[in-house]
């Protein structure tokens, strides 16, 4: 197959945010799930420095009438910067300017209803036009020690020239967690995908590579999305339109280096703030420290 041409590289990053995160009330009555904290980040701060990094300069958020901090947390602060600045707090100043790198814009457009992933991805259509593009979901917060997740899906769509999903491995009772993926060809890292299922019985899985919240997309998605009728739900299903799009184009499931967390649960958003903690490279002494005393105080010995 022929190299992608460089100027398909993707540079558009969608981001569905528009979810109530009920979930996690009553933290997420004011405050978006996306914008929780794992350390000194929120969750959507992260999932940001990961398409910026991977090439993208235009993110499109795909958000709801009623949640404004999002935007407001991509907005300029002039009068904190103003205070910070007044007061020589440059450290602090640079970070508020920076979550946001020069050259690289925000677009917030608003998904009038809830119906589904395939629905806020089809609202991104204005700005994505005729190009690739990548979506990622926050609450799939990925770790690495390289390159980002996205990186590494970008530049594998950019040698096939084709789309590429990212999957895991998950346990063979969990698949009806997830879509579930059937490849040809996988070599342990990629494959090009033969058929797609959204959360099959274990008995019915063609697989238990489970897909997770990055995608790298051809801009062909959206006339199917715009053909799916609402499935399970009632929502439109993403799933449903890539199981169209198999037979039309190379759609591969990509393997990334790197962990996952699920913060779209408890557990996951605590796993995720342990993980980062002890990694990062201020606190991840400290916090060792206060978790082996908490693990002692509660009469835990360690191995």
């Not at 703030?273 to 060792?288: C, F, K, N, P, Q």
């Amino acid at each position: 197959m022929q190299k992608q041409n460089p100027s398909r590289r993707v540079r558009i990053a969608v981001f569905p945010v528009a979810g109530l995160g009920t979930r996690f009330l009553p933290a997420t009555k004011t405050v978006p799930k996306e914008m929780l904290p794992i350390v000194d980040k929120p969750l959507i701060q992260y999932a940001v420095d990961e398409a910026v990094e991977a090439g993208c300069d235009t993110l499109v958020f795909i958000t709801n009438r009623y949640k404004h901090a999002v935007a407001d947390y991509f907005d300029k602060a002039y009068e904190l910067e103003q205070k910070l600045e007044k007061a020589g707090k440059a450290e602090q100043l640079e970070l508020i300017r920076n979550v946001l790198p020069p050259g690289v814009r925000a677009v917030f457009v608003t998904q009038a209803e809830a119906l589904g992933l395939g629905h806020a991805v089809l609202c991104a259509k204005p700005v994505v036009g005729n190009q690739p593009f990548a979506v990622l979901l926050p609450d799939d917060l990925i770790w690495s020690r390289g390159d980002g997740a996205l990186k590494q899906m970008a530049d594998h769509a950019e040698r096939t020239g084709g789309s590429a999903i990212a999957v895991q491995d998950v346990p063979r009772e969990q698949t009806k967690s997830y879509g579930i993926v059937a490849t040809e060809g996988f070599d342990g890292q990629a494959g090009r995908i033969s058929q797609i299922v959204e959360k099959p019985k274990p008995e019915d899985a063609p697989s238990n590579l489970a897909v997770v919240g990055r995608y790298v997309l051809s801009p062909r998605i959206f006339e199917l999305l715009e053909k799916t009728g609402q499935g399970s739900g009632g929502e439109i299903q993403l799933t449903d339109a890539i199981a169209q799009l198999l037979p039309l184009e190379q759609v591969d499931a990509f393997r990334f280096h790197g962990t996952r967390f699920d913060c779209g649960t408890h557990l996951g958003l605590i796993e995720a703030t342990v993980r980062y903690a002890l990694d990062h490279e201020l606190l991840s002494d400290a916090a060792r420290a206060l978790m082996q005393n908490a693990l002692n105080e509660m009469g835990v010995v360690e191995n």
